[in-house]
């Protein structure tokens, strides 16, 4: 994952040393291919410290209530544009406030792993792009489950248990610009594991 970004930082700005191009409008894409994988390899760093923080306890939770159909609302908002470029139709019904009591912000991560994936690999299937968010109160008690399903193919049963595992990818989606690192799903297993919750 890191050494991807790295040859490309190296070899455009090996291009941009030796003066491979010297018209304005090619030395600014070089410089802007720089800035782009640099900034995703600051974004996977960020993400593996945060990850390393919650595997070994050193994260502490600040735990309020909230309204977690207000969370979900929230990211949906925030993909907006994507999801109207790709014609991918959400459907989510609840209206209802539904109070949890934890970290707002790591459940927000949590959420937006799977939405994010979601979206990622939602296939077109009898002409509609969908994907469906359900909130329930789960089997245990004071527990809320959420569910993403999107329209598409399964993940094969051989890769169930592989996809928490850090940077495991399934092969369809080892395209570099769906912009995945393999690291969002750890995230959220760490996170569900701080909670003592399926996942």
């Given at each position: 994952?890191?050494?991807?970004?790295?040859?490309?930082?190296?070899g455009?700005?090996?291009?941009?040393?030796?003066?491979?191009?010297?018209?304005?409008?090619?030395?600014?894409?070089?410089?802007?291919?720089?800035?782009?994988?640099?900034?995703?390899?600051?974004?996977?760093?960020?993400?593996?410290?945060?990850?390393?923080?919650?595997?070994?306890?050193?994260?502490?939770?600040?735990?309020?209530?909230f309204?977690?159909?207000?969370?979900?609302?929230?990211?949906?908002?925030?993909?907006?544009?994507?999801l109207?470029?790709?014609?991918?139709?959400?459907?989510?019904?609840?209206?209802?406030?539904?109070?949890?009591?934890?970290?707002?912000?790591?459940?927000?991560?949590?959420?937006?792993?799977?939405?994010?994936?979601?979206?990622?690999?939602?296939?077109?299937?009898?002409?509609?792009?969908?994907?469906?968010?359900?909130?329930?109160?789960?089997e245990?008690?004071?527990?809320?489950?959420?569910?993403?399903?999107?329209?598409?193919?399964?993940?094969?049963?051989?890769?169930?248990?592989?996809?928490?595992?850090?940077?495991?990818?399934?092969?369809?989606?080892?395209?570099?610009?769906?912009?995945?690192?393999?690291?969002?799903?750890?995230?959220?297993?760490?996170?569900?594991?701080k909670?003592?919750?399926?996942?």
């Open positions: 994952e890191l050494k991807t970004p790295i040859s490309l930082i190296q455009y700005a090996e291009g941009l040393v030796e003066n491979v191009n010297t018209d304005e409008d090619s030395k600014n894409f070089y410089a802007e291919v720089i800035l782009d994988e640099a900034n995703k390899m600051d974004k996977l760093v960020k993400r593996l410290l945060e990850l390393i923080k919650l595997e070994y306890e050193e994260t502490s939770f600040n735990d309020t209530n309204d977690i159909v207000e969370v979900i609302n929230e990211v949906i908002r925030t993909q907006k544009v994507k109207d470029e790709n014609n991918v139709e959400v459907i989510f019904d609840e209206i209802d406030p539904t109070y949890v009591f934890a970290d707002d912000f790591y459940i927000e991560q949590a959420f937006s792993n799977y939405f994010t994936n979601a979206m990622k690999n939602v296939e077109e299937i009898n002409g509609k792009k969908q994907i469906r968010i359900t909130v329930n109160k789960a245990e008690q004071g527990k809320v489950r959420i569910s993403v399903y999107n329209t598409g193919k399964h993940i094969a049963e051989e890769n169930l248990d592989r996809i928490w595992n850090r940077f495991f990818k399934v092969d369809e989606s080892r395209d570099r610009s769906k912009g995945g690192n393999g690291i969002g799903l750890s995230l959220v297993k760490a996170i569900m594991n909670y003592n919750n399926k996942y």
